[in-house]
């Protein structure tokens, strides 16, 4: 999948009191442990990690230019801080 396209869940889910089953997210990226995708909901403004049968790609390997802009300041988080023993 590319980082920025549309999907829509196809599953009920409940991503915080909210049924999320047909509505549009964001792609960000699999996670390689799980293979979940990382989603990202405007409805809510939340994320959410769904499994392949819980998603479908609206239009494969498009990312609209709106979303483009998006992703593009969405960052993994790092830890910058160590901690002294």
Do not use: C, W
């Not at 009191?17 to 909901?41: P, Q």
């Amino acid at each position: 999948m590319t980082r920025g396209e549309e999907v829509r869940v196809i599953e009920k889910y409940d991503l915080f009191d909210i049924n999320i089953k047909g509505e549009k997210g964001i792609y960000l990226s699999t996670d390689k442990t799980t293979g979940k995708h990382l989603v990202y909901f405007s409805i809510n403004g939340e994320y959410a990690e769904l499994p392949d049968d819980f998603i479908k790609r609206l239009d494969p390997g498009k990312v609209s230019l709106e979303n483009q802009e998006f992703v593009d300041r969405i960052k993994t988080m790092k830890i910058t801080y160590a901690a002294e023993d």
